[in-house]
């Protein structure tokens, strides 16, 4: 390779450089390949399993570092006329090739890729055009068991691949919203196996093209264990999951989004007063059963009405959501709520959005006030918030 080639070639070398050590949790690979006349020699730059940096060629494997990956390729270019080089990260591909004594550079899509039947027989059943794409999330959508190994949407979990994909769009506003911050910093509190955060860490990365990362929280170590294997097998390094109570757990930077998903009875609380004690920017929770107001509550104006059980029960359900959205209104949250599926799939079926706008808001807390002496209750989610 020319010399004034080699020169052009090592100055965009040194910007894939600097995007390995930038981008660490989301670098792919390196794959290389030297052109001489009919002659074609491939090399890769990858990390191994004891988290090296490794330049791979003839079969020849040497671990490096990021400021070595140009001057490893430029001394292996010599002897060759022409090269092309494919930067591969979460999300986005690089290329680089040389041609005719210039070097050029394209940025790619990561998922640039075609649908397949099996969405199209999705969207024929479900009649929805999918955030989470088949074809474009395949490996995630396998991993988590939407999909099967022969790359089709299992019938058993279209309803459940409707739901993940219709709360993505729900928070897609949120999100952008919040994404004027550099990296986004989410935190998943009774987590489960994670399906939420696996899914909201593909959309933000590989679809808004933001930095992003996860804190995954559960008291059960054996869902722990089995996200961490799932992130494991997708390479999805900027995820940590930890078995704690969540009332424990002090963060070591900034929280921007707490989500929750069917977090049951006083879960669903705890969740929302770590977002705020954690100055989130939004919370986002699908709360599930609860049992705490209906066994607390009592009105006697309405006791004709409630004395039948299943009367009381649907009142307590709405008296709870309710004070949960005084309560974080009372923070200075401004809180919305909707019908995150339907109802024929489950009654828990109400999906809670708030975000931070202002300082505590005492009109809020007043009208909280009056119906907590009217009630004769006492929330978990106010003693968490000490309120």
């Known amino acids: ?98 041609e005719k004594g210039n070097v050029k550079v394209k940025n790619t899509e990561a998922n640039n890729i075609e649908q397949n039947i099996a969405h199209s027989d999705v969207g024929t059943r479900s009649n929805r055009n999918y955030i989470i794409k088949v074809g474009e999330a395949d490996d995630l959508l396998k991993e988590i068991g939407i999909m099967n190994h022969e790359g089709r949407v299992r019938n058993d979990m279209i309803r459940k691949y409707n739901q993940i994909d219709h709360f993505v769009e729900l928070i897609d506003p949120l999100l952008k919203e919040i994404s004027d911050k550099e990296n986004i910093n989410i935190l998943d509190c009774a987590c489960g196996k994670s399906y939420l955060s696996f899914v909201l860490n593909f959309y933000i990365k590989e679809k808004l093209k933001k930095q992003c990362n996860f804190v995954c929280i559960d008291i059960s170590e054996n869902v722990i264990q089995a996200s961490k294997k799932m992130a494991q097998n997708l390479n999805y390094k900027n995820m940590e999951f930890v078995q704690m109570d969540i009332q424990n757990y002090q963060p070591d930077k900034r929280i921007d989004l707490v989500i929750s998903l069917h977090g049951c009875d006083i879960a669903t609380d705890m969740a929302m007063a770590a977002g705020v004690r954690f100055d989130a920017k939004a919370i986002v929770v699908v709360p599930c059963c609860h049992s705490e107001i209906l066994n607390q509550y009592d009105f006697p104006l309405l006791k004709e009405v409630i004395k039948h059980g299943v009367l009381k029960a649907r009142m307590a359900d709405v008296l709870t959501e309710g004070i949960r959205i005084l309560l974080l209104e009372s923070m200075g949250y401004e809180v919305s709520i909707v019908e995150y599926i339907s109802p024929l799939d489950t009654p828990k079926n109400l999906l809670i959005k708030a975000i931070k706008r202002s300082g505590r808001n005492k009109k809020s807390y007043d009208e909280y006030i009056k119906l907590k002496e009217v009630l004769d209750i006492n929330p978990s989610l106010a003693r968490l918030l000490n309120i």
């Open 1 to 98: 390779m020319q010399k004034n080639l080699e020169d052009k070639l090592f100055q965009i070398l040194k910007i894939i450089e600097t995007k390995v050590e930038e981008n660490a949790d989301y670098f792919k690979s390196i794959t290389i390949e030297f052109y001489k006349t009919d002659k074609v020699q491939k090399a890769e730059v990858y990390i191994n399993s004891n988290n090296e940096l490794i330049f791979e060629m003839k079969k020849i494997k040497k671990i490096i570092n990021r400021y070595e990956i140009a001057l490893h390729i430029i001394e292996n270019s010599k002897s060759y006329e022409n090269c092309s080089i494919k930067y591969m990260e979460r999300g986005s591909n690089m290329l680089v090739w040389t």
